[in-house]
């Protein structure tokens, strides 16, 4: 995004393209619709800089973060032509295919590593109990640490063989009960999510109502605290729900590896939907008008005059608040805890324990924050390059924390299944993602006052005026393409080169089969000569044995 439209922009501001702007040529817009109130750098007090640092409000609203900023058409220099809304439109979807071609080349490859990791249950006991040791352990908290894993992973193995034979023994009127049990607990789970979401619907809505009254109460806590208050309420369901879902997993009776997996799901699903409610509950604000006063520019033009870079502020705030969170968190926290259970004999510190760092709440909080990246994008196309900051922070940050503050947890999560199970919920996340994105481009008018789609009534108008402009062969060609009469074709074709490669894929599955079978034969006929070889060999011995003794 920097290199397509923020680099683009700056250059035009120095002089050194002539640029137009869609204000120039933009009389058929209504005025009341142009109206935006830019920010005055007149004397204030401090802390409403500080408030708009952290909100993205104010001075900080009127700069390259964000998309009401980026106000060019066009960009031209002798025979150079820029158009940045096209750019900006094309970019927006690069990335987000760059991002989904990466993380489905990843996702194979750990998938080949956990399919055959878990196709034989035996060979994967062999492993562990005969290969698994890394003889050049020579800490002895690390040969402690690397038994105690292998001592999980083997028991999380006989768990799971023995919930297998559970499930296998389980009468009739057991299953009735174990299901009703779920589907009970489901229930309650539905129930903390209905009122997360309740909760961070009102929580938005009051925020909304304040910041648009355009008072001041005075108080730098007051005014960052109400700034903050959908943020604070998303962050605290992130780490409350967890909680609840791991009292409420342990009567549902999975096995230990499924358990950990499903109770992850569970709270990446509360954190993404969270967001897509917090999304949801601003354009309800931004669709919904009193009068019929949408009627004019689309969408609530008095509150939200730029409703996109609205959007992309609270992106911004989740992004800074989750950093904010996890630094006091590892400061205010995790270090005192290890100050306390270190140097303080008390027995209820010495119960505590220091805190048990978690791989998988971790990565998944780094599935959160690039899921606000994928979203925040279209809206701040500076906001990659703050995550970027973000995580090589929350990198150093997390490692001193780890080495100094945390113990490794006493339920360690499998690297053979991690690599793809991480993969396949950031994949989730960004079809995810992908949706208030589209959302947005093709159904809500883009605003009127600031950003470079003035001219069109949604963002996707960009791609139709942009093929008019064609020569007429190419034009026609580009429409026929998206036509039914290429693309029910074009469907069939696919679906005949899926079957096939699903059918490829079912043979290949049954000649490994057959290979396989052929291995553990030849096993079988190594067995028996060995046995053969050992017999022949001892009745050779003992006939010498024999012929020794006669004579």
Same mark, same amino acid.
């Given at each position: 995004?920097?290199?397509?439209?923020?680099?683009?922009?700056?250059?035009?501001?120095?002089?050194?393209?002539?640029?137009?702007?869609?204000?120039?040529?933009?009389?058929?817009?209504?005025?009341?619709?142009?109206?935006?109130?830019?920010?005055?750098?007149?004397?204030?007090?401090?802390?409403?800089?500080?408030?708009?640092?952290?909100?993205?409000?104010?001075?900080?609203?009127?700069?390259?973060?964000?998309?009401?900023?980026?106000?060019?058409?066009?960009?031209?220099?002798?025979?150079?032509?820029?158009?940045?809304?096209?750019?900006?439109?094309?970019?927006?979807?690069?990335?987000?295919?760059?991002?989904?071609?990466?993380?489905?080349?990843?996702?194979?490859?750990?998938?080949?590593?956990?399919?055959?990791?878990?196709?034989?249950?035996?060979?994967?006991?062999?492993?562990?109990?005969?290969?698994?040791?890394?003889?050049?352990?020579?800490?002895?908290?690390?040969?402690?640490?690397?038994?105690?894993?292998?001592?999980?992973?083997?028991?999380?193995?006989?768990?799971?063989?023995?919930?297998?034979?559970?499930?296998?023994?389980?009468?009739?009127?057991?299953?009735?009960?174990?299901?009703?049990?779920?589907?009970?607990?489901?229930?309650?789970?539905?129930?903390?999510?209905?009122?997360?979401?309740?909760?961070?619907?009102?929580?938005?809505?009051?925020?909304?109502?304040?910041?648009?009254?355009?008072?001041?109460?005075?108080?730098?806590?007051?005014?960052?605290?109400?700034?903050?208050?959908?943020?604070?309420?998303?962050?605290?369901?992130?780490?409350?729900?967890?909680?609840?879902?791991?009292?409420?997993?342990?009567?549902?009776?999975?096995?230990?590896?499924?358990?950990?997996?499903?109770?992850?799901?569970?709270?990446?699903?509360?954190?993404?939907?969270?967001?897509?409610?917090?999304?949801?509950?601003?354009?309800?604000?931004?669709?919904?008008?009193?009068?019929?006063?949408?009627?004019?520019?689309?969408?609530?033009?008095?509150?939200?005059?730029?409703?996109?870079?609205?959007?992309?502020?609270?992106?911004?705030?989740?992004?800074?608040?989750?950093?904010?969170?996890?630094?006091?968190?590892?400061?205010?926290?995790?270090?005192?805890?290890?100050?306390?259970?270190?140097?303080?004999?008390?027995?209820?510190?010495?119960?505590?324990?220091?805190?048990?760092?978690?791989?998988?709440?971790?990565?998944?909080?780094?599935?959160?924050?690039?899921?606000?990246?994928?979203?925040?994008?279209?809206?701040?196309?500076?906001?990659?390059?703050?995550?970027?900051?973000?995580?090589?922070?929350?990198?150093?940050?997390?490692?001193?924390?780890?080495?100094?503050?945390?113990?490794?947890?006493?339920?360690?999560?499998?690297?053979?299944? =991690?690599?793809?199970?991480? *993969?396949?919920? $950031? #994949?989730? &996340? /960004?079809?995810?993602?992908?949706?208030?994105?589209? !959302?947005? %481009?093709?159904?809500?008018?883009?605003?009127?006052?600031?950003?470079?789609?003035?001219?069109?009534?949604?963002?996707?108008?960009?791609?139709?005026?942009?093929?008019? =402009?064609?020569?007429?062969? *190419?034009?026609? $060609? #580009?429409? &026929? /393409?998206?036509?039914?009469?290429?693309?029910?074709? !074009?469907? %069939?074709?696919?679906?005949?080169?899926?079957?096939?490669?699903?059918?490829?894929?079912?043979?290949?599955?049954?000649?490994?089969?057959?290979?396989?079978?052929?291995?553990?034969?030849?096993?079988?006929?190594?067995?028996? #000569?060995?046995?053969?070889?050992?017999?022949?060999?001892?009745?050779?011995?003992?006939?010498?044995?024999?012929?020794?003794?006669?004579?």
């Amino acid at each position: 995004m920097f290199t397509f439209i923020t680099l683009p922009m700056i250059i035009a501001d120095h002089g050194f393209l002539n640029t137009t702007s869609p204000h120039d040529t933009s009389s058929a817009i209504a005025e009341e619709c142009k109206v935006y109130e830019e920010f005055n750098p007149k004397l204030v007090l401090f802390y409403s800089y500080m408030t708009n640092l952290l909100s993205g409000t104010g001075f900080l609203e009127q700069t390259y973060l964000f998309y009401g900023f980026y106000r060019i058409e066009d960009m031209r220099s002798w025979n150079f032509h820029y158009n940045l809304p096209l750019a900006y439109f094309i970019t927006t979807f690069a990335y987000i295919l760059l991002s989904l071609f990466w993380i489905v080349k990843r996702a194979v490859e750990g998938f080949k590593q956990s399919f055959i990791r878990s196709e034989d249950r035996f060979q994967s006991f062999c492993n562990k109990i005969f290969a698994g040791w890394d003889f050049c352990i020579r800490d002895e908290r690390a040969a402690e640490l690397k038994h105690r894993s292998l001592q999980y992973e083997l028991k999380t193995d006989l768990d799971e063989e023995r919930i297998k034979q559970k499930i296998a023994d389980r009468t009739q009127k057991e299953k009735v009960k174990i299901y009703l049990l779920r589907a009970l607990l489901n229930l309650l789970v539905v129930l903390i999510l209905i009122v997360c979401f309740y909760i961070i619907y009102q929580t938005t809505v009051y925020s909304q109502q304040y910041n648009n009254k355009k008072t001041n109460s005075g108080s730098f806590t007051i005014d960052l605290t109400v700034e903050y208050l959908p943020s604070i309420v998303i962050t605290a369901a992130n780490f409350i729900t967890p909680l609840l879902f791991e009292r409420i997993i342990r009567f549902e009776d999975y096995s230990p590896a499924f358990e950990i997996k499903f109770m992850l799901i569970r709270s990446v699903f509360v954190r993404l939907a969270n967001i897509i409610v917090l999304l949801v509950s601003l354009w309800l604000q931004i669709t919904t008008c009193g009068d019929g006063e949408c009627k004019t520019c689309g969408y609530n033009h008095k509150l939200y005059p730029c409703w996109e870079t609205r959007i992309g502020q609270e992106m911004y705030k989740l992004m800074i608040f989750d950093l904010i969170i996890i630094a006091s968190v590892t400061l205010f926290v995790e270090f005192p805890r290890k100050l306390l259970v270190t140097f303080c004999p008390f027995p209820p510190f010495t119960w505590w324990g220091q805190q048990q760092f978690s791989v998988p709440q971790n990565v998944l909080a780094i599935v959160y924050g690039q899921t606000i990246c994928w979203i925040g994008t279209f809206y701040s196309p500076l906001l990659p390059g703050i995550a970027t900051i973000k995580y090589f922070t929350i990198f150093y940050i997390k490692k001193i924390s780890l080495m100094t503050n945390c113990q490794p947890s006493t339920r360690p999560f499998r690297a053979s299944s =991690s690599n793809f199970f991480f *993969l396949a919920v $950031l #994949l989730i &996340g /960004l079809p995810l993602a992908c949706v208030p994105i589209i !959302f947005s %481009i093709a159904l809500i008018n883009s605003s009127k006052s600031c950003g470079p789609f003035i001219h069109f009534n949604t963002t996707w108008e960009i791609i139709p005026h942009t093929i008019n =402009s064609f020569p007429d062969s *190419l034009r026609r $060609l #580009l429409y &026929g /393409l998206a036509s039914e009469i290429f693309a029910v074709p !074009f469907f %069939i074709f696919v679906c005949l080169i899926l079957f096939y490669l699903v059918a490829l894929a079912a043979a290949h599955k049954r000649v490994v089969m057959q290979l396989r079978d052929q291995l553990a034969m030849q096993g079988r006929d190594k067995q028996y #000569l060995i046995r053969k070889l050992t017999r022949e060999s001892f009745i050779a011995k003992k006939r010498l044995a024999m012929s020794k003794l006669r004579n």
